[in-house]
């Protein structure tokens, strides 16, 4: 048993993303200030988590 992170930066005003990712069961953990830098200008990134168990249920035996 144990548990699996995954996480993601997206821009502050992907709110389309943010949404998404919220209803795929991510949560928002932090802010980065000024993580983007670009062309797009400076953003801050909000940094989003997933936390999934890997327990894995047993699979039934198969019968001959």
Not at 22 to 50: C, H, Q
Request: contains cysteine; aromatic residues 8%.
């Amino acid at each position: 048993e144990g548990k699996r992170r995954i996480s993601l930066e997206v821009r502050k005003s992907n709110q389309g993303a943010r949404d998404c990712y919220l209803r795929l069961g991510f949560i928002e953990t932090r802010v980065k200030v000024g993580y983007y830098d670009d062309e797009l200008g400076v953003e801050d990134a909000v940094v989003m988590e997933y936390r999934a168990s890997t327990r894995q249920k047993r699979s039934p035996r198969l019968q001959s």
